[in-house]
């Protein structure tokens, strides 16, 4: 089993940046590929990036190529996503996710752990 809580959400202006950081409890992290996801006001919950669980390969969706990156301390049982040039379409509610693989997934049935959330705003 394991916990994980989500921090560093908060609101910050168009080009602006934040980073979320996702603290794991129980069994360690290494054990798990990482993922976040995000849910905006009205739609599906949807993929944002993936990490594996040596953090040797990591995968994003299309809207954040370029502006966001995954990281992982397995040491410290942490994962980040740091977020730059945000936009107000990245406005969401982001979860960090684990799944029970060596390699980074993208499908969200395939993660086992979720945490609770943390809200992200972009003003413009």
């Known amino acids: 089993q394991v916990q994980l809580v989500e921090s560093g959400g908060g609101l910050v202006q168009a080009g602006g940046s934040l980073r979320l950081s996702c603290a794991a409890s129980g069994r360690t992290t290494s054990s798990y590929a990482m993922g976040w996801f995000r849910q905006a006001p009205g739609k599906e919950r949807e993929f944002v990036a993936a990490?594996?669980?040596?953090?040797?390969?990591?995968y994003y969706t299309e809207a954040v190529k370029g502006r966001f990156t995954i990281s992982r301390d397995n040491a410290k049982n942490t994962v980040a996503l740091q977020m730059n040039f945000l936009k107000p379409e990245d406005t969401a509610v982001y979860y960090c996710?684990?799944?029970?693989?060596?390699?980074?997934?993208?499908?969200?049935?395939?993660?086992?752990?979720w945490g609770q959330g943390t809200q992200v705003t972009v003003s413009s």
């Open positions: 996710a684990a799944a029970k693989s060596p390699y980074y997934q993208t499908l969200e049935y395939m993660y086992d752990f």
């Open positions: 990490i594996s669980k040596s953090g040797s390969s990591t």
